[in-house]
């Protein structure tokens, strides 16, 4: 079966740089795009954003424009997360996510595959 596994999570600084990877694993299985979720604690899951097959990019979350940016080869299940100018409100847990859907929005029901997720904690 097909999974997801994310690296790059750990510790950052306020004001630093993380950057997240997601890989596909196992039998290979056919995603339309890829993107990222977040959940903080005590709080709801987020849609972050995402990259489809045909390389146009979607994001969801106004606190993370600018600061946030995705990337990635959908058609090689490989896709990124680049974080800078961390906050400390950035501290939650990321999920890295893959539908077959071609239209996709920010509802978990549209993505199929979730990753095992990967902390990211930002020290002020």
């Known amino acids: 079966q097909a999974q997801l596994v994310e690296s790059g999570g750990g510790l950052g600084q306020a004001g630093g740089s993380l950057r997240l990877s997601c890989a596909a694993s196992?039998?290979?299985?056919?995603?339309?795009?890829m993107g990222w979720f977040r959940q903080a604690p005590g709080k709801e899951r987020e849609f972050l954003g995402a990259?489809?097959?045909?390389?146009?990019?979607?994001q969801s979350l106004d606190s993370v424009e600018g600061r946030f940016t995705i990337s990635g080869d959908v058609a090689k299940n490989t896709m990124y997360l680049q974080m800078n100018s961390l906050k400390s409100e950035d501290t939650a847990v990321y999920y890295c996510?893959?539908?077959?859907?071609?239209?996709?929005?920010?509802?978990?029901?549209?993505?199929?595959?979730w990753g095992q997720g990967t902390q990211v904690t930002v020290s002020s």
């Open positions: 996510v893959a539908t077959t859907l071609v239209f996709f929005g920010s509802n978990r029901a549209d993505w199929h595959y």
């Open positions: 990259i489809s097959g045909r390389g146009s990019q979607t």
């Open positions: 196992g039998r290979p299985f056919n995603v339309y795009a």
